[in-house]
Every structure is written in structure tokens, then in C-alpha cells.
């Protein structure tokens, strides 16, 4: 049975089922900035899906890229760069991140893992930036 | 006409041929670590390359992390966790790290990427390293 590790409830709110993975938005208002999480039990690495869910997940993250990239231009602040990455060092659950970077992001042009404490979404922004970023996921 | 980045030539070693990427070997002798750089002319993104190309580059992706099992295997150094990473902040042509993570490296558990100075396989290192990422990879 496939279960949510707790860890992104606390860092993340849910945004809608994708057909491999769970949909989050991670709560730093300084990024757009989506969490993909398949709903396989057990998995820790990419090679834990099988071969069909190799291609979706695929098509899910290339989806998250799209949104993140909403995300960006709807607050006008267009993304200059996606960053993707699944490292799962501190919750091992199989995450893909898909990160919408700015030259004058915080981080840039380091990763944004690790680098400093969130800025949750205020209250409109919240709303807001999960109004945007599901508009994009739909029929993904 | 596709070209490598000159960067990669600083910070890596040539490992062979896939059929979408160049495989590297990264010159940091501290994780096993291998560059997928598909040789696909202006590509910065993911979304740059064609339906066909994906499913490659994921095929790649995994066998990069077999190669990366291999070489901490074979230095008696089993890894933990894989870490998976399209970033491209500092060097845009599209590019995959797949690293060999462990609970005792460096930047654990944080991401390598930024963390610290690489430090460069040496001579007989380097020539073991490159040997066994070499058989891991034929035939990918």
C-alpha cells in the first residue's frame, strides 16, 4: 500500500493525483516549485518503477516543468532555468523535484536543497500560486 | 551540430559513447559520480528533447546509477542513495548527474553540487575508476 511519508505534508500542500504521482506544491514562496511523488509502494530510487512508469514519470516531470514555468510568469518573475533532481537523502521516498530558478534567486546559481529555511505562502499567494500551478497540471 | 561544453572537459572525463549522451566520469574522487550529456545540438532542458529521446535518457539515467553502484562496490564503498540532478545553473548545456551518495561523504546529506572543491582522482584511482564505469556502462 502506498503511503505519504509525513515529511511533505510539513514541507508541501497537495495540488492533484497525477496518473503516477502525487502533485505538491513545496511551501517556499521564493521558488515555483513542484514535488512529484509516485504512488508506488517501497520506492526509493528511480529504478524501483517499472517500466511503465519510467515514461509517465517522465512526461509528469517535463508537466511540472510547464507549470513551474505558469508559476514563474504568472507573478511576473519568468524562470530562467529548471532544475530537476531526485536525491531523497533525507526522506527516502522516490521525490522528483522540479524547481523554477531565477538569477536573482536566493540560491542561484547553487542548488536550492540545503540552502536556507523556506518562506512559506502567505494566505493570497497560497491560494494563488495553487490556482496557477493546478490550471497547469490538469490533463497531465 | 552538437558540441560539448568546455566545461565538461574541466571537470570530468570522457567515459564512452551511450546512444543519446556522452557518459562522464566526474573528476571528484570523493563520489562515484557520472555526466549524461545528450549530444543533442542547443539543448538546455529537458523539454528540449524529442518523445523519442526521453525514454533514452531515462534508460541512461539507470544505467548510470548501476555504474555508480559498481564503483563504490568496487572500492569497497557501497553507496546509500542515488542522487539524480538536471540542474544547469552554471553550465546550461542539458546535462544529468547521477552520484553515488553515503552517509560518511562530505556533503551528506545535503547535495554535492556546490558543496566543496572536488578532489581529483589520481593516477591508478582514476585508471580503476574509469575501467569499472566502463564495464558497467557497455551495452546501455
Redesign the interface.
Known sequence: MFALDPAFAASSHRLLELPLCEARLQDDSRYPWIVLIPKVSAA????DLSPAD??R??AE??AA??AVRAMGQAVGRPID??????????T?QLHVHVVG?RRDDPA????V??HSAALAYEGAALTHALGVARQALQGA
Chains 1, 2 share one sequence.
Do not use: D
Request: charged fraction near 20%.
Open positions: 526509493r530510487e528511480l529504478e519510467l515514461p514519470l517522465m516531470i517535463l516543468g510547464r532555468k529548471l532544475n530537476t533532481g531526485a536525491l531523497g537523502n533525507v527516502p530558478r542561484w546559481p547553487g542548488p536543497w540545503g
